[in-house]
């Protein structure tokens, strides 16, 4: 038997060596191979998407704010895609109505007035892009991409007529110089649907630069801010008597120099006007007389009238912030509350409130809602929600309305708010003149006033009404004196110049009222 050589053994052994090694790495490839084409093809191409391909969001386009007529008050602009940089949003005349606009925030998320309150249809939806990337990480559109389009904003229409909205704030500003006020604000409304003409206060804001501006500034006044409304009131005492039937216009009430109230307290007026008129207790603006009306009207009659006009509660217009007013419940009156309560005293309302209550005695008894915002129309310029005018309820009845336009007429022609008067037009108000409350001491500060008008015309077929408060004034700053002469510029500004008469409907895109 022949024996083998070494060299031929060993040469079999590294065969089998490298036949075996041969065997195993091609079995760990195959399993690699069967690992990443099978078990692991999932994730490694999911992997490999992500890698090679980027998702960009694309960015909506906000909607606008537009006035009565369609024309914007906000709106979003491009900046140039070379820089990258987002959109701007730009308010096209500048600080108009900006306290009922609002600001959006560097985000784009409203943050004040109709850009916070309806945020959500303004923002519209992102859509999204996908893109390819190499491996510096450039990109590049790719045929067939998953693209979703952006959803752009919807547009909000108010009710602003802007010809009113401008007379109001620079009449409010030249009123605040020329008086040394504080402050000013006002509301104007059609009273037949509740629309906002317009509502501005003094000192205001540019929206697109409200970090310039004091917060205080930037506050909406006409509906955030509340006072006592003194003379305004007594509509509310002398309504509820007329409308029970214990009175009527030409009804005589004694009146007093000064009228003892529980506690030892005393209501004054400035003289002795004797045996009055039920017309001359708000003609002359008497206080002691009101203040015997209350006392036959009574507490709870008196709460409920109130309460009916609007006061102590929200009047529900589309913007955030409005206030309650301070209307307290007779349970929890002191033993004078009737009588102060009366003529406007321990009792706080806002400018729209007072302003809404007026507006149910121009429109026949009926209180509306005030509407700010006609409809929401979406990009396509398709209507996706309307606001139709709102009724409230019934105040009064249209006999007692009539009867207190013709008393409020007279207020203008022949009492105390004579400085509103139109020649040629009839017009409807009242004047006010309420004792500062000291925020700090809770008191009265005998030096310092609210001074108002609140009014309606023309008085035969009211189509407008709006008031005017002016907050401390220099001197004693009465009603009659300072804010009616503002209420009538603005009103006869508003008529003689803009393109439209506010006092007349308009219907933007086809919207009716």
């Known amino acids: 038997m022949t024996r083998r050589r070494p060299a031929t053994r060993r040469f079999e052994r590294r065969l089998a060596v490298v ?82 606009i609002g600001f959006c925030s560097p985000d784009g998320r409203g943050r004040e007035g109709i850009e916070l309150a309806f945020d959500s249809s303004l923002r519209g939806r992102p859509g999204s892009r996908t893109v390819g990337a190499n491996a510096r990480g450039m990109l590049a559109s790719i045929p067939g991409g998953r693209d979703r389009p952006a959803v752009d904003g919807a547009d909000i229409l108010l009710t602003i007529d802007p010809t009113t909205q ?76 007329l409308e029970k039937g214990l009175v009527t216009p030409a009804t005589r009430v004694e009146s007093f120099e000064e009228l003892e109230l529980a506690g030892g307290h005393r209501l004054r007026d400035k003289k002795d006007y004797g045996w009055v008129t039920v017309e001359e207790v708000l003609t002359l603006s008497v206080n002691t007389a009101t203040a015997i009306l209350a006392r036959e009207l009574g507490p709870t009659a008196l709460y409920e009238y109130a309460r009916a006009f609007g006061f102590g509660c929200v009047t529900g217009i589309d913007l955030p912030g409005e206030a309650s007013g301070i209307l307290r419940r007779p349970a929890h009156w002191s033993g004078r509350t009737l009588e102060t309560i009366a003529i406007g005293q321990e009792v706080a309302c806002t400018p729209l409130q007072l302003a809404t209550a007026y507006g149910a005695i121009a429109n026949g008894g009926v209180l509306m809602r005030p509407r700010l915002v006609r409809a929401i129309r979406n990009s396509q310029g398709r209507i996706i929600s309307s606001y139709r005018p709102q009724t409230i309820r019934r105040v009064l009845s249209t006999e007692v309305a009539t009867s207190l336009t013709r008393i409020l007429t007279s207020v203008v022609e022949n009492g105390t708010g004579t400085e509103a ?30 001074a108002s008008f609140v009014g309606f015309l023309p008085a035969n077929d009211p189509r407008i009404v709006g008031v005017v408060i002016v907050d401390r004034p220099r001197g004693i700053g009465y009603g009659g004196q300072v804010a009616a002469p503002c209420f009538r510029r603005i009103v006869e500004g508003a008529l003689l110049t803009q393109r439209r008469p506010a006092i007349r409907p308009a219907s933007p895109v086809g919207l009716g009222t």
């Open 166 to 241: 401008s007379i109001t704030e620079r009449e409010l500003e030249k009123c605040v110089r020329e008086s040394d006020a504080t402050s000013a604000s006002a509301a104007f409304l059609d009273p037949r649907t509740g629309d906002v003409l317009a509502m501005s206060s003094w000192p205001t804001y540019d929206p697109s630069h409200p970090g310039d501006s004091a917060p205080d500034h930037r506050r909406n006044r006409a509906l955030a801010d509340m006072n006592e409304p003194g003379s305004t009131f007594k509509i509310v005492t002398v309504a509820a008597c």
């Open 421 to 450: 008067r139109i020649p040629g037009m009839e017009v409807a108000g009242k004047t006010g003149t309420a004792q500062w409350i000291d925020p700090e001491t809770k008191r009265y500060d005998r030096n310092r006033h609210i």
């Open 19 to 100: 036949v075996g090694g041969g065997l195993l790495l091609g079995g760990l490839v195959l399993a690699r191979l069967i690992q990443v084409q099978i078990v692991q093809a999932g994730p490694l191409s999911e992997e490999a998407d992500r890698q090679q391909h980027r998702t960009l969001e694309v960015p909506p386009t906000r909607g606008a704010i537009l006035d009565r007529y369609g024309e914007p008050l906000a709106m979003t602009v491009p900046s140039g895609r070379r820089e990258r940089r987002k959109p701007i949003r730009q308010c096209p005349r500048g600080a108009l109505a900006s306290q009922i």
